[in-house]
């Protein structure tokens, strides 16, 4: 007995250590984390920044991130305020609007019914329509859409994304967004070329994909998810209800835009729920992907089976990076599934490993995508994810000459409807892209400079005849310009 005694204190004394030694892990990880956020672009010898300061540098009030490890929600944390007149603070349980990270739970929801014969997703969709059906033109040229076309973007149907409605502000029914009919503030779904042609991103095509759903179950959208996707996977916290229930009031987030000022109403209403109008959080997209991830590998059926998750994960008709409601970025060796969420007032990312059971989610409320980016490479870089952080590490130079920049200056088109403008004010060198801010402009080279948050470079080069000539390179592709004055 008093040997069996001393068995049962030795493991306990290292089950306790071993507790401690990960907590004590996981707060250094977490540090680490907050301390290491650095731009697209680094600088050489640069120090890291805090979250807390890139949190008021982007004018955002409230951010939450959960990281995910071998299969499991190692720790998830809010920051700052969800609400920042009152002072509530974001906590885990805050609740984001996802924009369209709602794509890929609905998905999930559309594959579920393909799993239970409800639906073929290479059948016409007007076999499963009845509340409406699609008009095809002659733009279709005679091609009949598919709900893969629908999910996998291939449709060639129009209208990228929605705007949403003013909380308290009359709203349409999908079929009135469908028709394009007020009080809808959207132009009517229709054909904009031949379906499977190529991928061109339309929340119009999800919308249509919403009617099959509540056409198929009879159920209004919001209580299908619930009980076929959320419920399922633990998402208690999350709702597609619009406006969100009473229950959920509480835990919302208020959106502020990029200067840092409320929204008005605190967010908008979104009626196209498949595309934008999912509320959750880190914690529970967290559980979404670690599903999606263990479905993949085999290893659990919660929602789906092994073969409908590798179809969903599996880019359309090798149309590269695109699948079935998710992107699929292929980083060297490591394969992740991804969708960003951009809504008026907020912004998400969710990436997860298809391989290992690794991810990681953020969610904030504001208009800075830039922040969220930030983050998601501090985390790949103090938890080693393979491939998922890359840095792009610069030397800078001295600033050339004030004679030498103003001979770069000028006007250069860069597209058909796109020209850059080249500035030097006040001793600062600056590009201004049509339509945007204007940006400042590092050296690397005498005549070659990089932006700090775009993954941009310019070369200016001169003619025999002493006139200088721009070429941009974005993301390794170099696009010749002509200078226009």
Do not use: C
């Not at 409230?62 to 906590?91: H, M």
């Not at 009980?227 to 633990?234: I, M, R, S, T, Y």
């Not at 991830?293 to 969903?312: C, D, F, H, I, N």
């Amino acid at each position: 007995m008093n040997t069996l005694f001393k068995l049962f204190a030795l493991i306990l004394l290292l089950l306790t250590t071993l507790t401690g030694y990960a907590q004590n892990n996981t707060k250094e990880n977490i540090a680490k984390v907050e301390n290491g956020l650095f731009a697209p672009i680094q600088i050489e010898g640069e120090k890291n920044w805090n979250i807390l300061d890139r949190m008021a540098f982007y004018k955002t009030p409230g951010l939450s991130i959960a990281v995910i490890q071998n299969y499991r929600l190692v720790w998830a944390k809010g920051y700052g305020f969800a609400n920042d007149s009152s002072k509530t603070p974001v906590t885990t349980q805050t609740l984001f609007q996802a924009g369209s990270i709602s794509k890929s739970l609905n998905s999930v929801g559309v594959l579920k019914l393909a799993e239970e014969k409800k639906i073929d997703l290479y059948a016409d969709i007007n076999i499963y329509l009845k509340s409406w059906k699609f008009p095809y033109d002659s733009l279709s040229k005679g091609k009949k859409i598919t709900m893969a076309n629908l999910l996998s973007h291939t449709g060639g149907i129009n209208l990228q994304g929605f705007g949403g409605y003013l909380p308290g502000k009359p709203l349409p029914t999908i079929v009135q967004v469908l028709n394009g009919e007020k009080p809808a503030n959207s132009p009517r779904i229709r054909s904009a070329f031949e379906p499977g042609l190529r991928p061109e991103y339309s929340g119009g095509g999800i919308i249509i994909s919403q009617q099959i759903v509540m056409d198929i179950t009879g159920q209004d959208y919001a209580g299908y998810m619930q009980q076929a996707v959320l419920k399922p996977l633990g998402m208690n916290n999350s709702t597609f209800s619009q406006p969100p229930a009473a229950v959920y009031e509480g835990k919302l987030a208020t959106g502020y835009n990029i200067v840092g000022n409320p929204i008005p109403g605190r967010y908008r209403i979104f009626p196209e729920q498949a595309a934008a109008g999912l509320w959750t959080n880190p914690t529970d997209l967290a559980k979404f992907v670690i599903g999606m991830q263990l479905a993949y590998e085999g290893k659990s059926v919660k929602v789906l089976t092994q073969q409908s998750a590798r179809l969903m994960f599996t880019p359309y008709q090798n149309k590269i990076g695109i699948a079935l409601g998710a992107f699929i970025n292929v980083l060297d060796s490591t394969k992740y599934f991804t969708h960003p969420g951009s809504t008026v007032g907020f912004q998400s990312i969710y990436y997860g490993s298809l391989r290992g059971g690794n991810g990681v989610v953020v969610m904030l409320n504001s208009g800075s995508q830039q922040l969220a980016t930030e983050v998601v490479n501090s985390v790949a870089k103090v938890y080693d994810f393979k491939d998922l952080y890359h840095p792009n590490i610069k030397k800078r130079i001295s600033t050339p000459a004030a004679d030498v920049l103003q001979t770069y200056t000028g006007q250069f088109q860069l597209a058909p409807n796109r020209v850059l403008t080249i500035l030097f004010e006040e001793g600062h060198f600056y590009v201004r892209m049509q339509g945007e801010m204007k940006r400042e402009l590092l050296a690397e080279a005498p005549n070659k400079f990089f932006l700090r948050d775009l993954p941009y470079e310019l070369e200016f080069a001169k003619d025999t005849d002493g006139s200088v000539n721009l070429v941009l390179y974005a993301d390794g592709q170099k696009v010749q310009t002509e200078r226009v004055k």
